[in-house]
């Protein structure tokens, strides 16, 4: 008995020990050696507990731990690691600085690390891509493009080549978030998309989350795209840029007051166009882009940040077509470190696009766009090793023009026209935990609650029994319902709300250092819609927001996945599985007008959509050859049923390809180190043919044959499997060797073999036979190109 009660008061002796061990927080941020930029996913790990972390957007990162000695292993991808032994008997703020690794003398491996972090964490269904990755993908005429190398990735995909935007997992691409420096881009796009509006030499980190996403992030379905700029280099100026046989940029950064306030300006324009003349060809194609930012490090627990973009696309032919068209953003934020555990960021953000369209031989422009303007704070709270918070609200505030006509000459004889603004607001409050339950187990879990609000406007048109859209049982067809009467309201007023609850959850289980097993649920609303009846988003597309006729999106996603690292991280294998339902996804009735229609509703009806799919990604992520192999397997359909047991739906009733459902689509991209002169990259892609829809028939009028479409077999045809194969190289000089000036020489090959893709297949009268005849339209063959990178 008394051995029994020795027993029990050891064991309690034990416990009050370790509960009452002394803890100690260990924090502070980690800079580029070279730069002082902050740098984002550093991992920190210590292996005595086998604790880690990462840094946040800002390069923060907070560990806390008993009183102790430890080893601290601070390691980032690269960059050369940093291992040192630090006491822990106070709380410490310690500041690291990496170099990256081709500038390192002495390189120290930390083996597995990185990758063990990776695979532990719960998060899933994440891309990330670093500057130098996108710059070296071949890309068409030599630009480094950001949305062409997510393309790459497994479940993203696009409509073809001079098609913008991207579609993530079967989703719209209206239904990717796209965020720069937190700020929404609405076209991520120049030219119709040739190019993406990023400059790869501004950007310092890019993520997509394509599932599992956390609650901070709201208002879209598919996927958010989180890109932030490089903050301005603090120690010394520097001037990157590049020259291509289309477009060049520049990039100018630098301290104002050294390792205190820094300023970065970087700028991109295309010039083809000014060759035209030449050719007595008055036809105009070009675009420029600038990105701005300010630095100010107040101390050690304030910065200020001012960041900007602004970019514009020209397209003209002769002066009696022109569309301009473009971004415009700004975003002022405030980071404070209320003590070593909580972080906070305070942003106020402006987000504008724009579209004009001038048709001089009509005698009208026109004008439509969105602008918002964001408030949002976000608060990290690094509670202890095991439990992390995230926490915040934002509200948006957003003002919609869906046109306005006007002449832009005294005898054109068109009357002007505005269409009806349309306005709303956004809030949304959050919570999001990082839970370390045990060794093997990890949680992230939270939610987010999100109102919208549409607002007050001059008109808006009554319908009876609110139905905007009526069927006509007699001709069997869907027709705009007529408006029986007109609302006015106050800019105060409020014509509907929404409230959701959007829950999200993602956990992992770890069965060694190297393999994990990841599950994934998330909810999203968006409550914008784009407006647009083609493949992919045009200039002419509208936003439009939900209301008293157009219902929000809601999303239901869920996922699983297996993570195995091998060889120490060289090598690594990502399996996922998911599936997504969304709720009164936007379908249009037949013939359907959506330009500069300002009873929008009466074209509309809401119905369902879901995907499903297998993704594979195999990386080899170390040594002379880098890559990786991607392949996905996946369905993408879409429902409109009748609202009455005698109304059809759209197609029948009956579930239809997405026109963004591509069966099959896989890639292979590689990098090969042959020397310290020459590195070459290559990469193919195949996808499957994009769902269209083929005549049936044909009948003849007035001795023309016009094609017959079946209106119950939308998107049942498909066009040719588009693939190609890209290649490039990349000459370093020698003499670049221990001198300032820093250049290299790009070549490339985009569609190697010529294969003609076909953007699209249109059915029309051949003027000689007078038979219809199928004609291909394809945008790019062989195109070569040559680019001339150059830093000092």
């Not at 119709?192 to 901070?216: E, Q, T």
């Not at 795209?225 to 840029?241: A, R």
Request: aromatic share 14%; glycine share 8%.
């Amino acid at each position: 008995m008394f051995q029994l009660k020795r027993l029990s008061f050891l064991l309690f002796l034990l416990t009050f020990v370790s509960f009452s061990q002394n803890k100690y927080t260990i924090s502070g941020t980690i800079y580029d050696q070279n730069s002082n930029e902050t740098l984002i996913g550093v991992s920190i790990y210590f292996p005595e507990t086998n604790t880690g972390t990462t840094t946040n957007e800002y390069g923060f990162y907070s560990v806390t731990l008993p009183e102790g000695t430890y080893k601290m292993q601070v390691s980032y991808l690269g960059y050369s690691s940093i291992i040192e032994t630090i006491s822990l008997n106070t709380k410490i703020t310690k500041n690291f600085k990496l170099q990256e690794e081709a500038e390192s003398l002495d390189e120290i491996v930390i083996e597995g690390n990185v990758e063990k972090m990776n695979v532990r964490t719960p998060q899933m269904s994440v891309n990330k891509l670093t500057s130098a990755t996108i710059k070296q993908i071949p890309v068409v005429l030599g630009e480094a493009d950001i949305i062409k190398s997510l393309i790459l990735l497994p479940g993203v995909t696009s409509a073809g080549e001079g098609a913008s935007g991207f579609n993530v997992r079967g989703g719209a691409a209206d239904q990717n978030l796209i965020l720069l420096d937190e700020a929404t881009v609405f076209n991520s796009s120049h030219l119709f998309g040739f190019f993406s509006v990023f400059n790869p030499d501004v950007i310092k980190d890019v993520k997509l989350y394509k599932g599992g996403i956390p609650a901070k992030y709201g208002g879209r379905l598919s996927s958010v795209l989180d890109i932030y700029q490089k903050e301005g280099n603090s120690k010394e100026f520097k001037v990157t840029g590049g020259i291509g046989l289309v477009s060049s940029r520049l990039l100018i950064e630098g301290p104002i007051k050294k390792e205190k306030i820094s300023f970065l300006i970087g700028g991109r324009s295309s010039y083809a166009h000014l060759f035209l003349p030449l050719f007595d060809n008055d036809n105009q194609a070009y675009f420029y882009d600038l990105n701005t930012k300010l630095n100010y490090r107040i101390n050690d627990k304030n910065n200020l940040f001012f960041s900007g973009y602004f970019g514009k696309d020209v397209f003209g032919i002769n002066e009696s077509f022109v569309n301009e068209y473009g971004n415009k953003v700004g975003n002022l934020r405030w980071n404070h470190l209320f003590s070593d555990k909580l972080f906070s960021n305070l942003s106020l953000i402006y987000s504008d696009y724009f579209y004009g369209l001038t048709l001089d031989f009509i005698g009208f422009k026109w004008d439509s766009g969105i602008t918002n303007y964001n408030i949002k704070y976000d608060f990290k709270h690094y509670i202890n090793n095991n439990f992390k918070l995230s926490y915040g609200i934002n509200d948006i505030y957003s003002k919609f023009n869906p046109g306005e006509i006007a002449p832009n000459r005294e005898d054109s004889g068109i009357i002007a026209n505005k269409l009806i603004d349309k306005y709303a607001n956004e809030f949304a409050a959050y919570i999001d935990a990082e839970h370390k339950v045990s060794d093997k187990l990890r949680l992230q879990y939270g939610i987010r609650f999100s109102n919208f609000t549409r607002l007050g406007q001059d008109e808006l048109n009554i319908y009876e029994n609110d139905e905007a859209v009526i069927y006509d049982s007699e001709f069997k067809i869907y027709k705009s319902a007529e408006a029986i009467g007109v609302e006015t309201f106050k800019r105060s007023d409020v014509i509907s709300s929404f409230n959701n609850l959007e829950p999200r959850a993602s956990l992992s289980y770890t069965i060694n250092d190297f393999t994990s097993i990841k599950a994934s649920y998330n909810r999203m609303a968006q409550y914008l819609h784009l407006l647009s009846n083609t493949s992919s988003p045009t200039p002419l597309d509208v936003w439009t927001p939900s209301g008293k006729y157009i219902k929000p999106q809601l999303l239901d996603q869920y996922a699983i996945g297996f993570f195995k690292s091998l060889k120490n991280g060289n090598y690594s294998i990502e399996t996922e599985a998911f599936y997504k339902d969304i709720q009164n996804r936007i379908d249009y009735i037949n013939g359907a007008n959506l330009v500069a229609n300002d009873e929008i509703e009466t074209v509309i009806l809401n119905g369902q959509a879901r995907a499903y799919g297998l993704e594979v990604l195999i990386k080899k992520n170390e040594g002379k050859f880098k890559g990786w192999f991607s392949y996905t397997l996946s369905k993408s359909e879409q429902l409109t049923k009748g609202r009455t047991a005698e109304e059809p739906g759209i197609n029948a009733g009956k579930w239809y390809n997405t026109p963004y459902d591509k069966t099959h689509d896989f890639s292979i991209n590689g990098s090969y180190d042959f020397s310290k002169k020459w590195r070459f990259n290559a990469n193919f892609v195949f996808q499957t043919g994009q769902p269209t829809n083929y005549p049936v028939g044909q009948y003849e009028i007035q001795g023309l044959n016009v094609p017959i479409y079946d209106d119950n077999r939308r998107n049942a045809d498909r066009l040719p499997a588009y693939h190609r194969l890209d290649i490039s190289a990349t000459l370093t000089p020698e003499k670049n060797k221990n001198r300032k000036w820093q250049g290299e020489w790009v070549f490339g090959f985009y569609n190697l073999y010529g294969r003609e893709n076909a953007a699209s297949i249109s059915f029309s009268q051949n003027s000689d036979t007078y038979r219809n005849e199928a004609i291909q339209t394809s945008i790019f063959g062989l195109v070569p190109s040559v680019t001339y990178n150059f830093k000092f």
